[in-house]
Structures are given as structure tokens and as C-alpha cells.
């Protein structure tokens, strides 16, 4: 069987970019890889030269994603940019911003800026012009490189930035002011959306119509996204192989009726009804800005046009490998989005299953086809996204059974059926009418099934065995000739996982303490086997966004949640953890205003659960009229023998009054006021002795934290130190009579320790 070139140019480029993604940053490696695979094209046959240039393509756009970073000694610095708006979107009190570089300057004695290429921004500055998409604006920014928080089962913000080609993140400086150099170019696109902020239609209307047909999804507010992530039909709303099969299918149907008047005699034989189809693919994919959901979507369009022209036509497999080759020697840094091998795998699923069966005849027929594929489809697309995100929505099959349908053969119909209607105004307001009274039906529906459904995320120990359980149901069901035993056996043990205990049980006296990445800003979580407490929520930021809502699903109970004080770095998430989540108790300094009603945390409040003791060691009750960081409730913990102590942010004179309380040496300090040089002084920290300091401190921080002379003043003492901004979540696990195990999400060299 001959091989072809679609498969080894895939397996290549899929190659080339998988070293690239493994070596990581390092321009040295990337060099000394070329070389070698030079050197080893040289000693092979001259047939395999270009399934090596492949690779090394592969490899490097993979990594020139890592080398057009923002430098580190960029980082915190002012750089003055002029770009090109790529997109734009609201947050609160101001607006993000996405910016193609066209030229960056870097203050002097710096490194340079060059190869910075695409920048994600706040801007909270603009208070008469407004930056709009294809506009070119001058500003200075300041930058840092891509990062994000890393927790425990949660999403990677920073690789998320990086396989989507964003070089640096910041926010835009007020002084000197932005100035806009340039006005967007005619855009169709940005065009057809202005046209549609003019209709008389709802705003949730006018949002959904720009991300059904323009691919404009910054337009959709949190809310509509997280009811789409949490009913399983995200992919309804990203322009899609749904929205461009359907324009390219209604341009072929119009075309070949066109064909059959125009040559009635061998109408079935004319090429240029399937061109004009490629054609509306291509041209609809640009008009919704070429994104890579898009893009894939043309370009197996386009192969299936081609398939099923029949003219020198390869079949299904050799097509799938082709549309797959193509994606990825455009796209190389493709090969690290989920969304690729979901799309691919749903078609590759859609062949093994319909391959050899004939096609389906009449309306019955067609139904029968739909409802086969949709339920096949379920397991095998659930157990990818659980790998991939982490998440499952329970009631996504029956969802989608219902909604795909709906969505193909009404909604997007009458969506683009509104713009083919626009030169008729009464006419596509009519179109888009019903689409609105449509979508009104879809989103209650996907409201109740929701509330009634909830999404599901199970514990990460449940991943890997509940994937395989629907991969081998998908299998079992969708292969001929499998075992009827097989079969209902599988159905029955996919049905039974998730009503498997949701976490192993803790020992009697095992506590889990995990110090969590929130930026800058302490959350901790106190774990045993009965007991689930909070030290703090973690911050809320000026944009609205609180950490705290990416740790844990929805519906958690917490049976004690203690908020040190009530800044705002402390004391942001207290709305998210009421709103979403169940709390017993919440307790905090008695004259602190919170957003839900609490008891006072006092000197000397004690209590004990599964073996492991509580005490509040200040403030005092006459602490009402001291500061907010002084009257920060302190929290102490005995497992063992071993102590644990969390000071808030207390001050030092706070702390000297806190150090006959300290029984020496403590097996972990959460550092107070996240290393400031406020706190931690000399005489608590010689009392406190502690083999482990903790730093609750977000990354660049502009305060400092933690301070020089604090590490200065931990080393000395011989502790060990960690920090969040640079370790990600950090986990302590104390068991009475066993050593203390500590670990981070982030593994990073510590010269000069014994940890």
C-alpha cells in the first residue's frame, strides 16, 4: 500500500514540533537540533530530505514561540510599542486589549525588544477614544512575560499564552497617554459588526449573532461562557466545521442548481460548482478572522469538497491525513491545542463508524444517522475532554442530541440568513427575529439542564480510568462484531464512577496544608480527614477576576472559613466563596466589614478536629481601634508536636507580643504580610525558628515583597524558603510522629538550601 505524502508530512511536522515543545526555551538547543538533524539528513537516503525539513519546521516554529518571548530583564519595565489592535474586550472599569507589535522600544542599557510580536493588555486610560480592532495605536506598556498561577488540577494560564502566540501580558501606562496613529482599513468584518449594533435586537442577541457568523467570541460575556462550558456546548458558538460546512454546502447546492440550467446536458461533470464552494469556505473562514478553530474547519471543508467531487478523489483516511498535514505546516503550534485533536478525533471517529455502512436514505434514515452518530460520538468526546480539561458535563450527550440539530438546521440558517437579507432591511430584521425568540428557547433550556445537571470535576485520581472506561464503551459500541457482554459491562462501570467516594480519606491526624498561587494576595487551605478550613480567599482584581474562582468546581463545603483582615488581597474572593460555594462558619476580626455575616476571631478561641489542634493567638479584644494589619487574626496549628503558624498581616511590635506564645522551632511560617519588611522581625524570627517560610507573593510584585532583608533574615536562621510567585501552590503534609513532606507545583533550583 503506497503511503502517500499527507501521512509522513503530518507525522513530521507533528515530530518536529513535539521536540520543539519538549526542549522548552533555549535558542542553543534549538540551534544544536537543527545541526544534528542536518548532520543525520546528510547520512540517510535523499528521498527522506524533505520529511526532515518537515520536522525541522516543525521544530522551529514551536520554538521561536519561546525565543519572541518578552526578555526577563524587560520585565516591569516601560517599553513603548506601536501595533495593531487585533481585538478588543470589556472587563470591568476598563477594557482588554490584544496588540500586534509592529515596533518596540526598550529603555536603554536593557535588552531589546525585537522579536515581541503579540502582547495581551488592560488598558484603564482611555476616556474619550476608545481603541477599536485594525486601529494603530502608540502606547507604553508595561510588561512582563507570560505567566500564570499553578494550583492543583487547575488551568495553565501560561501555557494557554504561550501556544496561542501571546509573547507578554501587562497593562497600559497613563503617562504619556496613548495615541492613535492610524485608522482601521476597511474590514468587512468589523464592518458587519457594526451594522449589527444598529438593529433593534437584544444585546445578548447581537452578541450571539457576532460570534455565530463574524467568529467575534470576545463579544460573549463570562456569564454565556460559563453556561457553555458548563452544559458541554462551547463548540456551538466557535465558528466551527458546523458554520462552515453549512455555507459551503449551501453554495454547492445553489451552484450545481445553477449547473444543472446552465449545461442540463453533463451538469454532473462541471469542476466549477465545487470550486465556488471551496471558495465561500475560504472566504467565510477569512471573514470570521482566520482563527485556528476556523481554519481547520476550511481546510477540511476543502478536503471534503474534494472527496466528494470524485475527481481523483483519496479516500476518507488519506483525506483525513491530508486536511491533518495542512493544519499543521500552516499552523505548527497547533499541535499543543486541545481543540485540534478534538476536532480530529470526532472525524476520525465519524469514519471508523460510518465506513463500509450505506448512506443513509430518506428523513428517517437521516434522523437514525444523526441519533447513531451523537450517541457514539458522547462517550469518546467526553472522555477527551476530561483529559483535557478536567471536567465532564453530565447531561452534554442529550445536550448536544438535541442542540447540534437545532443549531445546524435553525439558528446559524437563520443567522446567515439575516446578512444574505440584509439589502432587504424588514427582511433580515424578520430572520434575526427568530433567531432571537430561538435563542431565547436554547439558552433557558441549557439554563435548566444546568441547574439540574451540574458539571462534573472529578478528582484527578479518576481521570485517567474514567477516559478509559468511555474510550473503550465508545469502542465496544461503535466497532462491529464487539461482545454484548463487553458492551453493558463497560455502560455499567462508565455509570458507576461518579458515584465513587470523591476523594480518599485522610488518616486520623493527617492535615494537607496547601499555601495556594493567588498573585499577590494569601489563600490557604487546611485539609483532614472530617475537616475542610480556609485561611483567607486570595484577592480580587480591578478587572473583577478573583483566583479563588479556579480552584475548585462549584458546590465545595468549607466548615470554616477565617479571613485574616479585610484588605483586599486577603479578603477579594469572600464574594465568590459565598456565591458559589458552602460555608459553616466564617469568622473574622470582630470590626471588620466583610460581605457576609461572621463571628470574631479572638485570642484564645481553641478547638480540635481529627487529632489536630486550633488556636487563635491574636487579636485581642482590645485591638479594635489598632490598624487593619494589626488586628490580622493569627492561626496556629499543632499536629504532633508539629506547628504551623499563619500571622496575617501583622506588624513586628504584633509580633513581638505573639513570641511567648511560640514554642520553638515551628515546623512552618506562612511569612506575614507576604514578606514585607513591616513584619518578620529579627526577635520573632530567632524565636520562631522555622525549618519551612512560606511567601504568599505574586510574581513582579510592584511592592517587592518578599523583602531582601527579610530573605536575608529567614537564611540566616537557617529555614528553608518558598515562595508562591516562583513555586506555584505549595503543599505541606504533617502527620503525628512522620516528618513533614513538602511539595510545589513548580519545580525550581534553591542554591544554598537543604530542603
Known sequence: MRVGLAMPTALSVMAGGALGGWLGPGGNSLWLTTLLGMLLLAAVRGRYCLWWLMACWGLVAVQSQWANQLPLGLTGEDVRVEGRVAETQQVKDGMRLLLDVQRCEAPARRPACKGLERVRVSAYAFADVLPKPGERWQMTLRLRPPTGFMNPGTFDFAHWLWREGIHATGYVRQDPPSKRLTAAPFSLRQQAHAGLQDQPLAPRTKRWLAALTLGLGDQLVQDDWELLNASGTTHLVVISGLHVGLVASFVLLIARQAARWVSPGNWRLQAWPWWLSGVAALGYAVLAGMAPPAMRAMIMTVVGLWVMSGRHAPGPWQGWWLALAAVLMLDPVALWRPGLWLSFLAVAWLIIIWQGRPRPQGLRGWGWALLRSQLLLAPLMAAAVLIAFGRVAPAAPLINLIAVPFMSLVMVPLALLGWLLTPLPYASTAAWWLFEQGLEVFYTALEYAVVHWPQWEPPRYLHLPWALGLCVTALSWGLPGMAAWLRRGALVAVIVVPFWPASPRSAEGELIITVYDVGQGQLVELRSADYRMLVDTGPRYRSGFMPIETLWPPGQYFDRVMVSHGDSDHAGGVQALRDQHRVGEWRAPSSEPLAVASNACERGDRWQRDGVSYQVLWPN???????????????????????????????????????????????????????????????????????????????????????????????????????????????????????????????????????
Not at 628 to 652: E, H, K, M, P, W
Not at 660 to 680: C, E, K, N, R
Request: proline residues 6%; glycine residues 10%; contains cysteine.
Open 621 to 755: 479584644a482590645e485591638q479594635a481601634e489598632a490598624s487593619a494589619n494589626d488586628r490580622s487574626c493569627v492561626l496556629a496549628i499543632d499536629v504532633g508536636g508539629q506547628r504551623v503558624v499563619i500571622t496575617g498581616d501583622v506588624g513586628r511590635e504584633v509580633e513581638r507580643r505573639l513570641v511567648g506564645d511560640l514554642d520553638a522551632p515551628i515546623t512552618a511560617l506562612v511569612a506575614g504580610h507576604h514578606g514585607s519588611a513591616s513584619s518578620s522581625g529579627p526577635q520573632f524570627v530567632r524565636a520562631a525558628d522555622p525549618r519551612h517560610v512560606i511567601f504568599s507573593a505574586g510574581r513582579d510584585n510592584p511592592f517587592g515583597h518578599p523583602s531582601d532583608t527579610v530573605v536575608r533574615r529567614f537564611r540566616e536562621q537557617g529555614s528553608c524558603l518558598w515562595n508562591t510567585a516562583q513555586d506555584g501552590a505549595v503543599q505541606l503534609r504533617l502527620m503525628p510522629g512522620a516528618a513533614p513532606e513538602i511539595k510545589t507545583l513548580r519545580q525550581v533550583f534553591k542554591p544554598r538550601q537543604r530542603c
